[in-house]
C-alpha cells in the first residue's frame, strides 16, 4: 500500500507547455506539500495546503497553481512550462506539523 | 545567512565507524528538526525526529539538538556501506508549516 502517491513519474515536454501533476495520500493526514528539488539537490518548499485551504505559498511563478479538491489529494498545474522548470518535485504529507512523508518524485525535463 | 545549514561533503568514512553530521540552524525559535535520508534518485525518507534538548537514540541512530547553540547532529554508529547517502536536515520553526530543508550532507561509507 503506497501512503504518497504521485503521477507521472517523469515527464518530458516542450518548452510553453501546460503540464499537471498529481498527488494522492491514504495516511488521513491534514496536510500536504508540494516541493521543488534543483539539480544541487536543494530541496525547497512551494505550497502547503491544510485540510484543503492554501497556508503556505512560497516566492513561486504564478504559472504554478496548485489545488486540493480533498485532504487525500493535491495537484499542481504548471503553465506555459521553462526550461528552468526541470526539476523533480515532491509531494508530500503530514499530520499537522509532525513528520512529513515524501512521495516518489516526479521528475520534469523541459525541452 | 542560509536558515539551514550542512556541509555539503562528501564524508566519507570507514566500515564500522561513526559519522558525524552536523546542521546549525538561524531561526531561534524553532521547535521541531527531522534528519532524513536520501538515496540517489530516491524520495526523502525519515531517520529521526527530535523535539527537546538532549540526545535521542533508535538503532544506530543518534539525534542530539542543542537549541541554545542552534545545532542539531546526527550520529551513525556501526557504518554500514548501505549508509551512503545524502542526509537532510530540516527544521520547522514554531507554529507554521514551513519545514526548510539544509542541501544535505552526502556520507560515503568506504567498504
Known amino acids: 500500500d503506497t501512503a504518497v502517491s504521485q503521477t507521472p513519474k517523469y515527464l518530458v515536454t516542450q518548452m510553453g507547455n501546460d503540464k499537471s501533476i498529481k498527488c494522492e495520500q491514504n495516511l488521513g493526514h491534514d496536510t500536504m506539500y508540494w516541493y521543488k528539488q534543483d539539480s544541487k539537490k536543494f530541496l525547497k518548499i512551494m505550497f502547503s495546503?491544510?485540510?484543503?485551504?492554501?497556508?503556505i505559498n512560497e516566492t513561486v511563478p504564478n504559472r504554478f497553481s496548485p489545488k486540493s479538491p480533498d485532504k487525500a489529494h493535491l495537484n499542481l498545474h504548471i503553465n506555459s512550462l521553462e526550461l528552468g522548470d526541470s526539476a523533480v518535485y515532491f509531494c508530500?504529507?503530514?499530520?499537522?506539523?509532525?513528520?512529513?512523508?515524501f512521495g516518489p518524485g516526479t521528475r520534469l525535463l523541459v525541452l | 545567512q542560509k536558515e539551514v545549514e550542512q556541509n555539503s561533503g562528501p564524508l566519507s568514512v570507514p566500515e564500522g565507524a561513526i559519522a558525524s553530521l552536523n546542521c546549525t540552524y538561524s531561526d531561534r525559535v524553532s521547535q521541531s528538526f527531522f534528519w532524513y535520508r536520501q538515496y540517489s534518485g530516491k524520495s526523502p525518507e525519515l531517520i529521526m525526529s527530535?523535539?527537546?534538548?538532549g540526545d535521542k537514540e533508535d538503532g544506530r541512530f543518534t539525534a542530539q539538538l542543542n537549541k541554545a547553540s542552534q545545532y542539531v547532529s546526527l550520529l551513525i554508529r556501526d557504518s554500514q556501506p548501505s549508509d551512503s547517502a545524502t542526509y537532510l536536515c530540516a527544521v520547522n520553526p514554531s507554529g507554521t508549516y514551513k519545514y526548510i530543508f539544509g542541501t544535505g550532507t552526502r556520507l560515503k561509507v568506504l567498504a
Open positions: 495546503y491544510n485540510n484543503k485551504e492554501l497556508i
Open positions: 508530500a504529507s503530514s499530520r499537522t506539523e509532525e513528520t512529513q512523508y
Open positions: 527530535i523535539y527537546s534538548n
